[in-house]
């Protein structure tokens, strides 16, 4: 199998940027910086609002009772 890059980006290595305790335990949010630009959405201010991890069962049954 081959990888294929397009573009001339360079990706830096992740970096730890916060972590927060949750029912399931502890999650660490990473980032990684690309072309000087930093990727990371808004996946703590979420966990936070939620108080869980919100890509778990809760965080998501929560998240789908706030939109309806």
Do not use: H, N, W
């Not at 397009?6 to 690309?34: K, M, N, Q, S, W």
């Not at 979420?46 to 706030?66: F, I, K, N, T, W």
């Amino acid at each position: 199998m081959t990888t294929t890059t397009t573009g001339t980006g360079t990706c830096d290595p992740r970096v730890e940027l916060g972590r927060y305790l949750a029912e399931e335990g502890e999650r660490v949010l990473v980032g990684r910086r690309i072309d000087g630009e930093v990727f990371v959405t808004y996946y703590r201010r979420c966990a936070a609002e939620l108080g869980v991890c919100p890509m778990s069962p809760a965080g998501v049954a929560r998240s789908l009772g706030d939109a309806a």
